[in-house]
């Protein structure tokens, strides 16, 4: 390593950014996290985020051995069914997946609120909270200076965006990226889980993941999120030994008020809400989802009668426009801050993870002195750009996330249904076609190209 190593400042406390955080502190480079939330638990809901083998391996790379062993303990029980059901819960086809034994091979299902404690774990003295980042300055010796609304500021030779969606990094470094609206709204919500909550769904429908192909252009998924700790925040009965001392020994468990509960969301185009559902929260949200599953299964009805009003979050789904290369400089940017995608099926955030590993690998190169720290920076983006709007472009094009999927038409809709229906019931009796989908649901997720 060279005498004198970068320090990286990185602006946003999510996934990807945490996940850079760690990887070059193990490397022994100096690293500052600053987040415009005032704490650790603000500004996200226990919703459930799928991290496949490409997350899992990213972690693996970045965290520290014990961290990455909290991260798969924290993980909710794996799905053991990926099943697509119409809106009156009759099964059109089920998919035995893989069981969550593998470090990295499988599907995790992670709760957005408990993976942000886990990568919190150790970076304490990293990262600021509170810190709106408002612009910087890239000076004459090659460091780049961060200003937060507070006034203060924060100097490194590498400034990383990890601030997401609505990056106010990249709308100074690339003013020309456009995010555009995907035309569709999701209202995500969350329901206890309790005897009573898990008797309303079919029992593979429980154990799994579910696609409701709703007619009339409504869609849903439904997951069943259950953890190793109990509503009191306890290590529940028969956990194994070594999982249990792992919980009751990480500090992050006294910031995570997630517990088991069932993960239900609805989407539909933009068309079918109501003008002001952004700014709509609670019971009056609610009330709309119910509106627009009107002809469901009573048992999805009373399951959205039962869900926390708290929890109810409407999300107007967006996408990146691809974004020709530009002279790479010492800033960058990484995961939503770049590249946004649709939040089907944790692609987002599977490939936020991959862009930090493979950061990380760059600045480490330029720590060892094998290359100057623009150029580690060139080759990143020179990596990313291409595999990061080619997920943006595959998570635009599936289950009805473009406002503009014929299952939205008034009339070839309902032949789009119809077909979309008949395609899954098909693949999952050929035994030839159900291990390709079952393959091909492990390496979607920003799996190498």
Not at 15 to 23: D, K, R
Not at 187 to 205: K, M, Q
Not at 235 to 262: E, F, M, Q, S, Y
């Amino acid at each position: 390593m060279v005498a004198n190593p970068p320090h990286v400042v990185i602006i946003g406390a999510g996934t990807g950014g945490l996940c850079l955080a760690h990887g070059l502190r193990r490397a022994g480079i100096g690293v500052s996290v600053h987040e415009r939330h005032t704490t650790r638990a603000d500004g996200l809901l226990g919703y459930r985020v799928g991290i496949g083998p490409t997350g899992s391996r990213a972690l693996r790379e970045c965290l520290p051995p014990e961290l990455f062993d909290i991260f798969a303990v924290t993980c909710a029980r794996g799905p053991r069914y990926f099943n697509v059901v119409t809106e009156r819960l009759r099964q059109t086809a089920s998919f035995p997946l893989r069981p969550d034994t593998d470090d990295v091979g499988t599907e995790r299902s992670v709760a957005r609120m408990t993976l942000r404690q886990v990568l919190l774990t150790g970076l304490e003295d990293a990262v600021e909270f509170g810190k709106t980042f408002t612009h910087y300055d890239q000076r004459d010796d090659g460091t780049v200076t961060a200003h937060f609304a507070d006034g203060t500021t924060a100097t490194g030779d590498l400034l990383v965006a990890a601030d997401g969606t609505h990056s106010a990094v990249r709308r100074q470094y690339l003013p020309h990226a456009v995010i555009r609206d995907a035309g569709t709204i999701n209202i995500a919500t969350r329901i206890p889980l309790t005897e009573h909550t898990r008797s309303l769904l079919p029992e593979r429908v429980a154990q799994g993941i579910s696609l409701v192909f709703g007619a009339g252009g409504t869609m849903g998924v439904l997951h069943v999120m259950e953890f190793k700790w109990d509503r009191n925040g306890d290590v529940k009965l028969g956990v194994a030994a070594a999982d249990a001392d792992l919980l009751r020994r990480w500090p992050g468990l006294r910031h995570d008020t997630t517990r088991d509960n069932i993960n239900f969301i609805i989407w539909s185009t933009a068309r079918r809400f109501p003008a002001d559902v952004m700014t709509r929260r609670g019971e009056d949200l609610v009330r709309i989802a119910q509106e627009l599953t009107r002809n469901w299964h009573p048992h999805l009805r009373e399951l959205l009668a039962r869900s926390d009003p708290g929890s109810a979050l409407p999300i107007r789904v967006s996408t990146s426009e691809p974004v020709p290369a530009w002279k790479s400089s010492t800033v960058t940017l990484l995961g939503d801050a770049i590249h946004t995608m649709t939040p089907g099926r944790g692609v987002g955030a599977n490939t936020a993870l991959r862009d930090a590993a493979l950061l990380c690998r760059q600045v480490r190169l330029a720590a060892a002195g094998e290359k100057t720290l623009v150029q580690a920076v060139a080759d990143y983006e020179a990596a990313m750009l291409p595999y990061g709007f080619a997920r943006v472009h595959d998570s635009l094009h599936r289950s009805g996330t473009s406002g503009d999927d014929r299952i939205y038409r008034p009339v070839i809709g309902r032949l789009a249904l119809l077909g979309a229906r008949g395609y899954f019931g098909i693949t999952s009796r050929v035994p030839r076609l159900r291990r390709k989908f079952v393959d091909d649901f492990y390496t979607y997720r920003g799996e190498e190209d």
